[in-house]
């Protein structure tokens, strides 16, 4: 960073072989915020290569699981002495409020300390063949060289959920976060070498999806990929591991539904309605995108949230009146309003935002209004596609079924909320929801130790959680004879 050289492979800290710089931009304000390497294809398959040599044959996979899970502690207690400097990074990456990203921070080290916990009650599970002689044990072992790609909504914090269970599970790993944030990612492998890493056990390179990524993903020594971001992408992904039949694991986002039944909590379902879509100003894979709101209170409700929406304070992430900050970049600022003209087009009803801020303090950030369209409807784009900003569009309905069908109705399957005062109505709707996980008068909260993912084309593969562990481990079955006599079933002597 800034000279400093940021691929690590192998262990030792390089600058990219073709000497390979790219720009990283505050969106606050345009400038630019750090100058990091850019790493090549060989590069990669140079990464690659010491995650092979240090599974093959380093001594990480076989290191005793209680040796482990110190490295993971050891990095926890170091992530938390330098939280401050890792929260000022990300805000200065992505844009997000301060506040949010000292939350995030403490969300990474809550995932390391869960695996930490977690790996070292695994047990194996032994089998009774019905033969005092046999042992017959099934255990678990790391999967292999695992290459990890993680977005830039919440970088550090993504990357998390995939380096600590595998570092956990004994895999040997190549990172390659965002090139549009990669500052936290490269903090935090300086941090994991002075923890204890071993050579060639976490390699780090960053660069741009498609050469970088790419060379990664076809590269037939990987054994396992974890990716996070868009569904387009994790289309190509798996194309490409299918040809190396390259275990693959996505979670590709949401169109997330929040239904509020009239029933509901008044305060609470309007104010996380709110949160629920304009936190990060919607950069978040399970933002609720989508109020499905039962019609005798739909009206009301929708001006309530307007008017809330109104009032919310967007400004830089380092000005703590801010409550939420800009959209990552300018290209993606483009994208967002892109979806704004469509979905006027499409005829929803504007009710508030659809704008950038009019303060000038904030012309040269990539700043977007929180958004809400009324009279919304399934045939339209911007129902269905992920928008990833500040976009609310509000659907409505008279029935539960037309509640549990609207909330269906969706390619995706990442999370949902319902909100109602009836105990019965919501177990049965979020039993019926098609959703990785559905909160029930809550939204947007969740805890390392439940598994994280999607159903549908939100992805495959769970994260947190023991079957977060559990993808990056192979099982294997060992049938131990400890008195061998002849099977005799050819007799012929
Ligand atoms: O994501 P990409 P983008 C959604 C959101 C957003 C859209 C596009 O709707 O607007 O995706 O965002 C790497 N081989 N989400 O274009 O491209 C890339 O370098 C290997 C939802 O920024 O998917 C980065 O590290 N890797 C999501 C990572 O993939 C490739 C969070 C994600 O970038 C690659 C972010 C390739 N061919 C965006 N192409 C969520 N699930 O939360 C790109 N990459």
Redesign the pocket.
């Given at each position: 960073m800034n000279g400093d050289p940021d691929l690590l492979i192998d262990g030792v800290w390089e600058h990219a072989s073709d000497g390979g710089t790219r720009r990283i931009i505050d969106p606050a304000d345009g400038s630019v915020a750090a100058v990091v390497d850019e790493a090549t294809p060989q590069d990669a398959r140079r990464a690659v290569a010491a995650a092979r040599a240090a599974f093959d044959a380093g001594a990480w996979p076989a290191t005793p699981v209680a040796e482990r899970a110190a490295l993971l502690r050891r990095i926890a207690d170091l992530l938390v002495r330098d939280k401050e400097e890792l929260a000022r990074l990300e805000t200065v990456d992505t844009g997000k409020t301060l506040a949010e990203s000292r939350i995030d921070i403490d969300d990474v080290v809550s995932v390391f300390r869960y695996y930490a916990d977690l790996v070292g009650v695994q047990a194996d599970r032994l089998i009774d063949v019905g033969d005092p002689a046999v042992v017959s044990r099934v255990v678990r072992e790391p999967i292999g060289v695992c290459v990890l790609?993680?977005?830039?909504?919440y970088p550090l914090l993504?990357m998390s959920w995939k380096v600590a269970p595998a570092l956990a599970a004994g895999c040997t790993m190549v990172a390659?976060?965002?090139?549009?944030t990669p500052l936290t990612t490269i903090a935090f492998a300086r941090l994991a070498v002075e923890a204890g890493v071993p050579a060639g056990v976490l390699n780090l390179v960053q660069g741009?999806?498609?050469t970088?990524?790419?060379a990664?993903?076809a590269n037939p020594e990987v054994d396992f990929i974890s990716?996070?971001?868009?569904?387009?992408?994790?289309r190509?992904?798996t194309r490409?591991a299918a040809d190396n039949l390259t275990k693959v694991a996505t979670?590709?986002?949401g169109k997330n539904p929040h239904i509020v039944f009239a029933d509901a909590d008044w305060d609470s379902s309007v104010d996380q309605v709110l949160t629920g879509v304009f936190l990060h100003s919607g950069q978040?894979?399970s933002a609720g995108t989508r109020l499905i709101v039962e019609e005798s209170i739909a009206d009301d409700f929708v001006a309530e949230l307007a008017r809330r929406a109104e009032r919310i304070r967007v400004g830089p992430g380092f000005d703590p009146t801010s409550e939420t900050g800009p959209l990552v970049s300018e290209e993606?600022r483009t994208?967002v309003e892109n979806y704004v003209a469509l979905g006027i087009s499409e005829g929803a009803k504007l009710v508030t935002g659809g704008v950038r801020p009019s303060d000038p303090e904030l012309e040269a950030g990539s700043f977007f209004l929180p958004t809400i369209f009324d009279r919304c409807d399934r045939s339209m784009r911007i129902v269905q596609e992920?928008?990833?900003g500040p976009i609310l569009t509000v659907e409505r309905f008279t029935t539960e079924a037309e509640a549990i069908r609207l909330g269906n109705d969706t390619e995706y399957g990442l999370a949902a909320g319902v909100r109602t005062a009836d105990p019965a109505r919501g177990e049965r709707v979020a039993r019926a929801l098609r959703h990785g996980t559905v909160w029930l008068n809550d939204f947007g909260y969740y805890t390392a130790a439940a598994e994280w993912g999607g159903f549908k084309r939100s992805g495959n593969g769970r994260e947190l959680g023991p079957t977060g562990l559990a993808e990056y481990q192979e099982i294997k079955h060992v049938w131990h004879n400890t008195a061998p006599k002849p099977a005799e079933w050819f007799k012929g002597g």
């Open positions: 790609i993680a977005p830039w909504n993504q390659k976060p965002s090139e549009v741009s999806g498609a970088l990524g790419a990664l993903t990716f996070t971001g868009g569904l387009a992408t994790g190509t992904i490409v979670e590709l986002g978040v894979c993606h994208k992920e928008t990833f």
